[in-house]
Each structure stands twice: as C-alpha cells, then as structure tokens.
C-alpha cells in the first residue's frame, strides 16, 4: 500500500505542476524600457490571436485535454489502476480530486488572463519590431491565419501529442517514484543517525 501512497503522492506533483504551468522565474539585468509604438500594435495583435470575449472558452479548451492526459498518465501506473479498478470509493476520490484540480486550475486561469494578456502583448513587443508585428497581424486576419487559430488550440488534443505527452509524464513518473524512494531512504538514515549516542 505504501508503494501506491507514494505513487498517488508523486502523480499528484506531476498533476500540479503540469496543469498549473508553473514555470521558474528568471533572473538577470533589468528588463529595457519596451517601445510603446510596439506595445501598441502588440496590444492589437493579441486582441485579434486571443479576443477578450472568448478566452475563457479559449483556456477551457486547451485545459480539458490538458487533463485529460494526466488523468490517463497518472492510471498508467499498474497499482494505482489495479486499485482504481477494484475499489469503487477509490475511484470516486480519484475522480472528485481531478475534478477539483481542473476547477481550481481554470479559476486561477480565468483570473489570470487580464494579466495574460499583458505579459504576452510586452512579450511579443519585446521581440518583434512594429513591421513585423503587423505582418503577424496581416496573417492572422487571412482565413489561413484565422484557421490556425481555431485549430491551434486543439493541438493538444491531438492523438500523437497526447501520446507522446502521456509518455512524457510516464518516464517522469518512473524516475520520481525512484528518486522519492532514495530520498525517503536517506532522510531515514539521517533520523537513525541523530539517534545514535
């Protein structure tokens, strides 16, 4: 049982951490003052690749498949999806966490957008002149470039990167069930030895 507490523990981390997004923070110099002429059409070209009427459903569609893969990652695990199978109330847990997480994830991503919007208008400000951001803004109003956005966000739910993102998670899980298994062991060895006269 304590393999599948560890197992369950470890799929919960990947879980969080997948559908959170949490990304380490980067330091280093200041970050230069951004052109306001490119903040200006940046601002335009978001608005058109992300409308504020329809993020939200935008983020709901990309954070379904999300979990989606997760969930079927985190049953690929020979205990834990022996014990999902053969114990109904596990299951019920397993099914009221993930749906948990998916409310708390789209909660804090629908809250967040404002500020989505903002860091992606300085970040495509920061690396693309004026000119160029009006040919990116160009292209996003042909049908081709609109026919990209729509079918972008479902890239995700494509079967060969869902696979390839479950397979992913898979090895991950693999060498942290491993890894947490070695620092139990040598957190204990420290315990046994503060015991020691």
Same mark, same amino acid.
């Given at each position: ?8 523990? @470890? ?11 949490? %990304? ?7 970050? #230069? %003052? ?7 059409? %940046?601002?335009? +070209?978001?608005?058109?690749?992300? #409308? %504020? !009427? ?5 983020? *709901?569609?990309?954070?379904? #498949? ?16 022996? @014990? +999902?199978?053969? *114990? ?9 966490? +993930?749906?948990?997480?998916? =409310?708390?994830?789209?909660? !804090?991503?629908?809250?967040? @957008? $404002?500020?989505?919007?903002? !860091? ?5 400000? &920061? ?6 951001? &009006? ?16 079918? =972008? ?5 494509? #079967? *060969? ?12 899980? =693999? ?17 046994? *030895?503060?015991?020691? $006269?």
């Amino acid at each position: 049982m304590s393999a599948i507490r560890h197992a369950t523990a @470890l799929a919960l981390m990947v879980a969080a951490s997948a559908v959170s997004g949490v %990304a380490a923070a980067q330091t280093g110099a200041a970050t #230069p %003052a951004l052109d306001p002429a490119r903040v200006a059409v %940046a601002s335009e +070209l978001i608005e058109l690749l992300f #409308p %504020a !009427a329809t993020r939200e459903k935008m983020i *709901d569609g990309m954070m379904q #498949p999300m979990l989606a893969n997760i969930r079927q990652s985190m049953t690929q695990n020979p205990q834990f999806e022996a @014990l +999902l199978n053969n *114990d109904a109330r596990a299951r019920e847990v397993f099914d009221r966490f +993930l749906d948990r997480q998916l =409310s708390r994830s789209t909660e !804090a991503m629908h809250a967040g @957008l $404002p500020g989505m919007a903002t !860091a992606m208008t300085n970040a495509y400000a &920061r690396r693309f002149d004026v000119g160029q951001l &009006r040919e990116l803004k160009a292209f996003f109003s042909t049908p081709t470039g609109r026919v990209y956005m729509q079918q =972008s966000m479902t890239i995700m739910s494509d #079967p *060969d990167v869902a696979a390839w993102q479950r397979d992913l998670m898979k090895q991950s899980m =693999s060498h942290m069930q491993a890894d947490v298994a070695e620092l139990t062991k040598d957190i204990m060895a420290l315990a046994g *030895d503060e015991k020691k $006269p």
